[in-house]
């Protein structure tokens, strides 16, 4: 078992900038991939970042490429988003997930736990 909770969020303006943080306990945090998810209102949850059970790879969704950071601590379990240049369609509730998959750490189905989620609204 693993437990993830998310701190951090909040209500930014367009431009701005937030970090988004995910402590996990339980079991070795090694051993997951780590992935943060979001899901605007009315829509499905969709994909955002992804980061390897070593820290070596990555992987983002297009929609964030180049805005978005994944990283994350070993000696804390902690898994972080650090979320620049932001917009208003990138307010959503943020999850972040743990998962044992080693391949499509895209898909939501491949992760096992999720934190409690986040709210993030970029105002324009």
């Known amino acids: 078992q693993v437990q993830l909770v998310q701190s951090g969020g909040g209500l930014v303006q367009a431009g701005g900038s937030l970090r988004l943080s995910c402590a996990a306990s339980?079991?070795?945090?090694?051993?997951?991939?780590m992935g943060w998810f979001r899901q605007a209102p009315g829509k499905e949850r969709e994909f955002a970042a992804a980061?390897?059970?070593?820290?070596?790879?990555?992987y983002y969704a297009d929609s964030v490429k180049g805005r978005f950071t994944i990283s994350r601590d070993s000696g804390k379990s902690t898994v972080y988003l650090q979320m620049n240049s932001l917009k208003p369609e990138d307010t959503a509730v943020y999850y972040c997930?743990?998962?044992?998959?080693?391949?499509?750490?895209?898909?939501?189905?491949?992760?096992?736990?999720w934190g409690q989620g986040t709210q993030v609204t970029v105002s324009s």
């Open positions: 339980g079991r070795t945090f090694t051993t997951y991939t």
């Open positions: 997930s743990a998962g044992l998959t080693i391949l499509g750490m895209q898909d939501a189905r491949r992760y096992d736990y």
């Open positions: 980061i390897s059970r070593t820290g070596t790879t990555t």
